[in-house]
């Protein structure tokens, strides 16, 4: 799977106007059965490595030895530590409609509490609730 990905990667665009834009994803479902994330790559998947700054000299290589390769883990390593943007807009959103309107209607205060909870919830990210009386 990985040495199809890294050879999408090496077909060229052909420069037409519309290799030039990032095209927003029409996909019909059906379209989409029976392909490998093989298919879903192409040349421009490759600037994600100039974007990041992320060493390829990997991608040269057969991706049985990338675990030897410097350059992969380096990139591994990077990409670890990114977060999934959706994510945390996700849980800002879910925290907002929470508790919008049932606290405070006064904004500073929603804002303040905003900040707070959002420091709590850095501060211990696997909190969970436990019954005081039984546990």
């Not at 290799?19 to 019909?28: L, S, T």
């Not at 929470?98 to 606290?103: A, P, R, T, V, Y």
Request: charged letters at 30%; aromatic letters at 6%.
């Amino acid at each position: 799977m990985k040495a199809l990905m890294v050879s999408a990667m090496e077909v060229e665009a052909d420069g037409s106007e519309d290799d030039r834009q990032i095209p927003r994803a029409q996909v019909e479902f059906a379209s989409v059965i029976g392909k490998t994330v093989a298919d879903f790559a192409t040349a421009n998947s490759r600037s994600i490595f100039e974007r990041l700054n992320l060493p390829s000299g990997f991608l040269d290589v057969a991706p049985e030895e990338w675990e030897d390769c410097e350059d992969f883990r380096k990139a591994a390593e990077t990409v670890q530590c990114l977060h999934v943007v959706n994510d945390h807009a996700e849980r800002g959103v879910a925290l907002i409609q929470k508790i919008n309107g049932s606290i405070t209607h006064d904004e500073e205060q929603l804002q303040f509490l905003v900040r707070v909870v959002d420091d709590h919830r850095r501060r211990y990210p696997d909190a969970l609730k436990r019954n005081v009386a039984g546990q």
